[in-house]
């Protein structure tokens, strides 16, 4: 089952005037669940407006957006914020963290936004906090935290309301290469445990990671390409049930 269909997707920025800018010039792309996709491309390629339509952040200015099997492209504001809360996880390059808050309070946010009962939020963040192997720091707030369990817990932000995808623009920008192996990990693990995974990167070592590459040149699809071959860990950490 196709989680996300792009049929011929077009959108265009008003710059003033009679300035246009050509973001995506009919896009088409399907993606299955449990697909592991890594999308890429050159500055201006299309790549980050292309990320921001599946993530519903923004619309399309034509074309069709189906998101399990919903047309999205006709869903208003208060039911585009739902499917983002909901059905979709992000996990950016600069965390997006609230600094005063520990880590089992940011992983919490995405349930109260949701109105799931502080009780049952706090079971799900411990949790989730547990299985991206942070059991220990759940009151440790951001700046007690290294970068690469920053990153963690936005991870497992991301993870707790249990998302039909996984959505994450180059989450190793702000790493060493040490950490954002780890993190390359953590995202191996989560798609042998069934998840949807897009990653958004211009790094060429961290799209080896997925199963399919769709490169972006000037708005349009480039290549569309099954990896035969892709560098796989055999020390990933488990995740608990």
């Known amino acids: 089952m196709n989680v996300i269909e792009l049929k011929n997707i077009v959108k265009t920025y008003d710059m003033g005037g009679a300035e246009e800018v050509h973001a995506l010039c009919g896009v088409s792309v399907s993606i299955a669940k449990n697909e592991y ?13 292309l990320m921001n339509i599946i993530g519903c952040l923004d619309t399309p200015t034509s074309g069709q957006y189906l998101f399990n ?3 999205v492209s006709e869903m208003d504001d208060n039911d585009l914020a739902k499917i983002r809360n909901k059905e979709i996880g992000f996990v950016f390059q600069t965390f997006n963290l609230l600094p005063r808050s520990d880590a089992l309070h940011n992983v919490e946010l995405p349930l109260i936004y949701a109105g799931v009962s502080a009780s049952e939020r706090k079971r799900r963040a411990h949790e989730t906090l547990a299985n991206v192997q942070l059991g220990d720091r759940v009151h440790h707030k951001p700046n007690e935290l290294s970068g690469g369990q920053r990153q963690r817990v936005a991870v497992a932000r991301a993870l707790v309301t249990r998302p039909s995808i996984i959505l994450a623009d180059e989450p ?5 290469s040490k950490t954002g192996d780890e993190i390359m990990m953590l995202f191996e693990e ?7 995974i897009i ?13 399919r590459v769709i490169r972006l040149r000037d708005g349009h699809v480039e290549v569309d390409t099954l990896v035969s071959k892709r560098r796989t860990y055999t020390t990933a950490p488990a995740m608990a049930s």
């Open 37 to 49: 996709v890594a999308i890429m491309g050159p500055s201006g390629s299309g790549k980050s407006t």
């Open 69 to 71: 099997g919903v047309n």
């Open 172 to 176: 190793t920008g702000n790493l060493d």
């Open 190 to 196: 989560l798609h042998r445990a069934g998840n949807t």
């Open 199 to 211: 990653l958004v990167t211009h790094e060429p070592d961290i799209a080896d990671h997925a199963i």
